[in-house]
Nanobody, 116 residues
Framework: QVHLVESGGGLVQAGGSLRLSCAASESIFSMNSMDWYRQAPDKQRELVATITSGGRERYGDSVKGRFTISRDNAKNTMYLQMNSLKPEDTAVYYC??????????WGQGTQVTVSS
């Protein structure tokens, strides 16, 4: 069982920045992939960004050029740097890990609210 704890959410004005963190309870070095998802009220959960064990990054179209995913294996932590935030980025943000044996774990989520 891998425990994930997100932090860094909050209230920010449009155009501002936030950095989310996702701390894992064990080494992330060999994880197949690490992802950030988000879910806005009355909407489906959507993939925001992915980073693979090889460091390859992918982003949802709505955040390309504004968000950056990264990982620090030494700290067992993944990050999501969010710049130029928009009101439509308001959501609960979740991190997800897929282990080397394809087990999937989710964090509890952190609220991001962007005011206009």
């Amino acid at each position: 069982q891998v425990h994930l704890v997100e932090s860094g959410g909050g209230l920010v004005q449009a155009g501002g920045s936030l950095r989310l963190s996702c701390a894992a309870s064990e080494s992330i070095f060999s994880m197949n992939s690490m992802d950030w998802y988000r879910q806005a009220p009355d909407k489906q959960r959507e993939l925001v960004a992915t980073i693979t064990s090889g460091g390859r990054e992918r982003y949802g179209d709505s955040v390309k050029g504004r968000f950056t995913i990264s990982r620090d294996n030494a700290k067992n932590t993944m990050y999501l740097q969010m710049n130029s935030l928009k009101p439509e980025d308001t959501a609960v943000y979740y991190c997800r890990i897929t282990t080397s044996i394809w087990h999937v774990y989710w964090g509890q989520g952190t609220q991001v609210t962007v005011s206009s």
